[in-house]
């Protein structure tokens, strides 16, 4: 009997049920036999091909890697039996005196970077054996010497690949799939467990996995149903050899979605689970199918480099021969499942079809919603059509435009701002900057822009040059946080300027845990503001090019914004609904969630309605922050800076390309506050939309 789940529709799961109909059409045609979604722990869609079914099991091939070789090493080190970073000689003692041998750690057995030299032939010769109308277990079969003992087991796998398998490298210096590595893992942890009650991996992952997780011993099988004995050791393949229901393999993929949680139970600490699901330090992967392979955790592919675009950067994977498929992705709170065939007949194993038909696929069925509800003060919002959206000219037609465009209401009456790669406005600069700043004077309808030369001006494009993310003007005093100040895309910084961007001062301290902070706005030289702090948010990363999960919000005494042992971070909402705060940042807790998609964004306060106005990016690539001619945004209000927080407007793909930034300057804002200008940096210009807000004025 088949392992039971609960459904839901796709719709409910903000997944379209005709692309996913379309996805299995695809892969369907394509040999393949299961596909299984399950989204918040419902099955929404699950297809099986000509004589298959729920309760059939489907060969395994190198998913067992995951699924056997690093379950089984979770475990043992949960259970304190063994460490990543230990020698694997600790636990194969033939080794210790083996010059390279001896270096080998359980890490790179499970990455694949300890250099014992893998079981096969190239990638091209496998390919020409499948040409040749050969399988590849076939082939295995007819390897040579100590390559083809393994694959025939003589006298068992084990053994070659222990005593006969050489390193081709210095351990921990580069990549290279290895089978015998994975073996070695499976013979490590096996040595571990001799003085515990489940002395076999098998054994191990029933007691501790199967059965708690309600998968019967009909529904999987692992390690060639065999166990070899081998000095004393009952040792079970972990590289293949494997088969599973397609439910089983997503019951898996489940509890590692919830950390190692299920039915109220933990099973896996978590800390482990983020452990191997950590590329930690490693090489860079060699290329297969003309991509480059994804990183590796601990015996999972992970998309932490984002190698694979379309999907959020916490997804990862477990992959084998014929793209046997587990495929988890937390921040969607979504399980896939994928078996047949290859899906690309001249491959045994890549990427490109899997992550074509199959990651992509699910992408594109992915229906972004917003994560609060509809505001009950701001009940509609009317953008002014294409052709009224106002553009500058960025420092002459012929040259590149610019993005970022943050800003504040300084005391002169005119509005200040920075932009980024390009050259800003007239006069124009003879280089490309990397940061530039400029003033803006009049208003929405009929404004100009004009450089500021400035000592904080660089010339480091992308990730590599510092960038405005937010501007204040406090008083006559200009505030600016920098962004990417590690040179790297990471880390904030605050600088000060006394004559309005021409030269700058900086703080002798970064926020290392903030890529993207930006100042709430007020009126005018920030007269207006709620109390004498100064209020800060940023997404919850280190990395202004990296999605978080959910943005941090602080604050700071006006006259401090400098001291940065003043600073205090919301931790959460009190039972009355008040703010609760806390100097110590590694308490902050999350002002906004929205998992997946949170990344740069701007604050403004609307005096007119009393509302917070925040702008945040979004895209339908959840992985990419170039929104600049395509992708979309969510607008949120609030009656305060901590929420609560509803929704204005959302949309995946706005009718223009909305840029990397957005923000609402409180010089033009209607005095009602009904009228709004949206400051955006759509196609790399600074460009100007009008919008009408709808008021329900009785919920104000």
């Keep these: 009997m088949a392992l039971v789940f609960p459904t839901a529709s796709p719709v409910e799961h903000h997944l379209d049920a005709q692309k996913l109909e379309a996805a299995w059409a695809a892969l369907a045609a394509r040999d393949s036999k299961t596909f299984l979604v ?61 010059p390279l041998k001896a270096k080998i750690t359980v890490r790179q057995l499970a990455n694949h970077t300890s250099g014992l030299e893998d079981a096969e032939l190239t990638n091209r010769d496998r390919e020409e054996i499948l040409a040749e109308g050969k399988t590849l277990s076939e082939h295995h079969m007819e390897l040579p010497g100590w390559k083809g003992a393994f694959w025939r087991q003589e006298p068992d796998p084990f053994t070659p690949a222990r005593d006969d398998a050489p390193v081709t490298f210095e351990p921990g210096s580069r990549y290279a799939y290895s089978n015998t590595g994975i073996g070695m893992l499976s013979y490590a942890v096996t040595a571990a467990l001799k003085e515990t009650s489940q002395k076999d991996i098998r054994s191990l992952l029933r007691a501790r996995i199967m059965q708690p997780l309600g998968i019967g011993d009909a529904e999987w099988s692992i390690g060639y149903n065999q166990i070899f004995e081998v000095d004393g050791l009952p040792l079970v393949a972990s590289w293949g050899g494997g088969s599973f229901t397609a439910r089983a393999v997503a019951r898996i993929g489940q509890l590692l979605l919830h950390n190692g949680e299920w039915d109220n139970r933990q099973i896996i600490n978590p800390a482990v689970v983020r452990m191997a699901l950590n590329p930690a330090a490693m090489p860079t992967p060699e290329r297969c199918d003309g991509q480059p392979w994804p990183l590796s955790g601990l015996s999972f592919w992970l998309n932490t480099d984002g190698v694979w675009p379309e999907l959020p950067r916490d997804a990862f994977a477990g992959a084998g021969a014929g793209d046997q498929t587990l495929l988890v992705i937390p921040s969607l709170d979504l399980v896939a499942v994928r078996n047949g065939g290859a899906l690309d007949p001249n491959k045994s194993f890549g990427w490109q079809a899997r992550e074509e038909l199959l990651f992509n696929a699910l992408a594109e069925a992915r229906s972004f919603r917003a994560p609060y509800p509809p505001s009950p003060v701001i009940t509609d919002i009317a953008w002014a059509p294409v052709p009224q959206i106002a553009r500058l000219s960025m420092g002459g037609k012929t040259r590149d435009g610019s993005d970022n465009w943050p800003m504040t209401w300084a005391d002169d009456g005119h509005l200040y701002t920075a932009y980024g790669d390009g050259y800003g406005f007239e006069p124009g600069t003879a280089e490309k900057l990397g940061m530039g700043f400029a003033v803006i004077a009049g208003g929405p309808e009929n404004f100009t822009g004009f450089n500021i030369r400035s000592d904080a001006e660089n010339s480091g494009y992308g990730a590599k040059g510092a960038k405005s993310s937010g501007l204040l003007m406090v008083n006559d005093l200009l505030y600016l946080w920098v962004r990417n100040a590690d040179g790297d895309g990471k880390t904030s910084r605050l600088g000060w300027s006394h004559d309005k961007a021409k030269s700058w001062q900086w703080a002798d301290w970064t926020f290392a ?57 919301f931790q959460a909402l009190d039972a009355s609904g008040r703010p609760t705060w806390s100097p110590d940042i590694a308490e902050r807790g999350p002002v906004f969630e929205h998992h997946g998609q949170c990344r740069r964004s701007s604050i403004s306060y609307n005096k007119g309605l009393g509302r917070y106005l925040w702008w945040q990016q979004m895209t339908v690539d959840a992985s990419s922050t170039d929104t600049r001619f395509k992708g979309g945004f969510g607008l949120y209000d609030a009656p305060e800076p901590w929420g609560p927080w509803t929704t204005v407007y959302f949309t995946q793909n706005w009718d223009v390309g909305p840029g990397d930034l957005g923000c609402f300057p409180s010089k033009w804002m209607s005095e009602d506050g009904q009228t709004v200008h949206l400051v955006f940096a759509g196609s790399d210009n600074f460009a100007v939309r009008r919008a009408e807000l709808s008021v329900d004025h009785s919920k104000k």
């Excluded at 709620?530 to 919850?540: G, K, T, V």
Aim: charged content about 25%; some cysteine.
């Design 513 to 569: 845990e903030f890529g993207h902070p930006a100042f709430i706005t007020y009126g005018q030289h920030y007269a207006g503001a709620r109390d004498h702090y100064i209020y800060i948010a940023s997404h919850d990363d280190a990395s202004a090019y990296v999605n978080a999960n959910s943005f941090a919000l602080m604050r700071v005494p006006k006259d401090q914004l400098r001291q940065r042992d003043a600073y205090e971070f």
């Design 38 to 98: 399950v989204c918040s722990d419902k099955i929404v869609f699950e297809r099986y091909g000509e004589d298959w079914h729920a309760d059939k099991r489907h060969y395994s091939a190198s998913l067992a890697k995951a699924l056997v070789g690093g379950l089984s090493l979770l475990l043992a080190i949960d259970d304190g039996l063994i460490h990543p970073d230990d020698l694997a000689s600790q636990y194969i003692p033939q080794w210790r005196s083996d």
